[in-house]
């Protein structure tokens, strides 16, 4: 048996969502420049909370948290316009900087236009040995026939 129960709760919405013997409580405060989300996992009280923060329309600041295992991760984002979106971050459980560049809109669809592209650069660059970096790309295309 599963299922999930929402409702509004100071400003912000409470989640409770039941799924194979786990209730998952969250709570989501979020405003134009702010968004804050604690949640606690039930039997395993299992402790987390995310943090979002905008800085004007382009830059944006995301970090999150796990009290059990002490484990994090930030991402800031900066955009420039809707086809240019610079991303950097880090995530202490695998122990991994990386930064990503996203040329075309990173959010759009391929299939809603002829002709469309979106490419993606990023570098990846491991704590433990910064020799083994990898440098990656995507291509997402679409080709009309």
């Known amino acids: 048996m599963s ?3 929402k409702g509004h709760l100071l400003n912000g919405v409470c989640t409770a969502q ?15 420049e702010m968004s804050f989300i604690p949640s606690i996992s039930l ?11 905008r800085f004007g329309s382009s830059d944006k ?8 295992s002490s484990s994090w991760s930030t991402v800031y984002k900066h955009t420039v316009g809707k086809d240019l979106k610079f991303k950097a971050g880090y995530d202490s459980e695998v122990r991994l900087g990386w930064a990503s560049l996203w040329l075309g809109d990173e ?5 809603t236009a002829p002709m469309k592209m979106k490419v993606q650069f990023m570098l990846q660059v491991p704590q433990d040995d910064i020799n083994s970096s990898a440098l990656m790309f995507r291509v997402k295309k679409r080709w009309d026939i």
Do not use: C, H, M, Q
């Open 61 to 68: 600041l995301s970090y999150w948290y796990n009290f059990d």
């Open 43 to 53: 039997p395993s009280n299992a402790v987390s909370f995310a943090f979002k923060r």
């Open 3 to 5: 299922g999930i129960v």
């Open 107 to 111: 959010d759009g669809k391929t299939t």
């Open 18 to 32: 039941y799924r194979d013997e786990d209730l998952n409580l969250r709570y989501s405060y979020k405003d134009e």
